[in-house]
């Protein structure tokens, strides 16, 4: 049963198997955590706008391994759809107004519809988000 939305920083933190996530991961209930489109996007614009930049040699193999590798993730979690019901959410928070990004508004938003708690160390913008559960497994 899902329970948790990972954010990208948190993603990325998987990537680099940051040890107080893993921990906090390898006591959670398989298949409780999840991805969702948002992830997919910020990860693939950072990416993508890195081969985008003139690399040669080791740089170039490493961007290319890098984006590999960040596919490999994706492939490693259920993924939360972004669908009509989070649309709507999204434009809710949107319209109220809470000076948040409109990536993390949409990460909000499928946490919220999908009743998942954001795992994320970005307290600071999230906890603006009324009824949103938000944990930091980063420590």
Not at 14 to 31: E, G, N, R, T, W
Not at 111 to 139: C, H, Q, Y
Request: aromatic letters at 8%; proline letters at 4%; glycine letters at 4%.
């Amino acid at each position: 049963m899902l329970q948790y939305l990972l954010d990208t920083d948190h993603l990325t933190l998987f990537q680099h198997k940051h040890p107080p996530l893993m921990q906090h991961i390898a006591v959670s209930v398989a298949d409780s955590i999840a991805i969702c489109p948002i992830n997919i996007e910020e990860t693939m614009r950072g990416r993508l706008a890195v081969l985008a930049r003139l690399l040669v040699g080791q740089a170039h193999v490493r961007a290319y391994g890098h984006l590999v590798a960040a596919e490999a993730a994706f492939r490693l979690f259920p993924l939360i759809p972004f669908d009509t019901n989070c649309e709507l959410c999204y434009q809710h928070l949107r319209a109220s107004k809470l000076r948040i990004g409109s990536l993390d508004l949409k990460f909000a938003a499928i946490a919220l519809t999908a009743k998942l708690t954001l795992l994320t160390r970005n307290r600071s913008d999230f906890a603006r988000v009324p009824g949103l559960m938000i944990e930091d497994w980063s420590m």
